[in-house]
């Protein structure tokens, strides 16, 4: 088949990939649309030590199993059952997991993939594919609401107005939450202005320190500092970006204005599929392009640029 590889070095596109064969317990899924997130482009400048195919956010039809000829999208951390963290009820911390296309396991940029049956959620009727492709963001969006218990009455500082910010943004306002979203890019924050989201640029944006609730979704490692400037003591910082880095960043502020940091990933794809079928978001402005799986290695080009939220991939 066709497929996105990353071989350490290079990202191209493979027209003789092996077929995957599914094992016991997972399931053929012919990709029919992917997308491309900050994590891909991390990997492929060789940031996470994968190689093998790219991509992990994908709908796509199961070729076999309880769900064969169904749209679905699937959770991307495939477990073992039996270690610890999974007996205590959270899998996406197996010991032993595989990711789809990020750790040991090849990915969403392909015309085919496996992944164990009990990771597929169906994809109702009334979702397109346009709108299913971001159920896995969508759900590491969810995941803030699990992690914090989010109440109208918090004020609430978003930072980054990219891929992941725009769904936490959305995620925020169906909760009830009317964050200021911080960001760099005019025309991304004027999609938010048009939600009635109060925004700024990060060099304007007054740092007052009285924040009750500061989600980081720079993409950057200097994301953890600037949640600092906002937060107010006893305050809660949630981090969404894997290369947050304290390089030169003083941390006594944490214990002088006791702030509680929580780092956040994966989330619930079930219920990321059921906010997409009530049809509140509206996720169009948010695709910057399209590309077919031949052109793969420009369409993670194009989600490089700074102008690109998110780009979508063709097989
Ligand atoms: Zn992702
Ligand atoms: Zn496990």
């Not at 003789?16 to 029919?32: H, K, S, T």
């Not at 164990?116 to 109702?124: Q, R, Y």
């Not at 799986?293 to 097989?315: C, F, N, S, T």
């Amino acid at each position: 088949m066709k497929a996105c590889v990353f071989d350490g070095r290079d990202v191209s596109v493979n027209p003789a990939y092996p077929d995957p064969v599914p094992p016991p317990g997972e399931v053929l899924v012919r990709v029919r649309l992917a997308g491309v997130c900050q994590t891909d482009l991390e990997i492929a400048r060789g940031y996470m030590g994968f190689r093998g195919v790219l991509g992990h956010e994908f709908v796509g039809t199961a070729l076999g199993g309880r769900h064969e000829g169904r749209r679905v999208v699937g959770g991307i951390n495939c477990v073992c059952g039996r270690c610890d963290m999974c007996l205590a009820d959270v899998p996406t911390h197996c010991r032993w997991r595989t990711t789809l296309g990020i750790d040991g396991r090849d990915g969403a940029f392909a015309e085919r993939l496996v992944l164990p049956e009990a990771n597929l959620v169906p994809v109702p009727d009334e979702v397109s594919d346009r709108a299913a492709v971001f159920a896995e963001p969508l759900a590491a969006a969810l995941e803030i609401g699990r992690q914090v218990a989010l109440n109208p009455d918090m004020e609430t500082v978003l930072l980054g107005d990219g891929r992941l910010g725009q769904l936490v943004a959305r995620v925020l306002v169906a909760a009830g939450l009317r964050p200021m979203v911080v960001g760099k890019a005019p025309e991304k924050l004027a999609i938010l202005e048009a939600m009635g989201l109060t925004t700024a640029l990060a060099a304007d944006a007054p740092r007052e320190a009285a924040t009750d609730l500061v989600i980081e979704c720079t993409g950057t490692a200097e994301g953890l500092g600037m949640a600092l400037e906002f937060v107010r003591p006893r305050g809660t910082i949630v981090l969404k970006s894997t290369v947050a880095d304290t390089a030169g960043l003083d941390l006594a502020p944490l214990v002088v204005n006791e702030v509680t940091v929580i780092g956040s990933r994966c989330g619930p794809m079930d219920e990321a599929v059921e906010l997409l079928a009530a049809g509140q978001l509206d996720l169009e402005p948010l695709v910057t392009a399209t590309y077919l799986l031949d052109e793969a290695p420009r369409a993670l080009a194009a989600a490089a640029e700074p102008g690109a939220i998110k780009v979508l991939v063709e097989p």
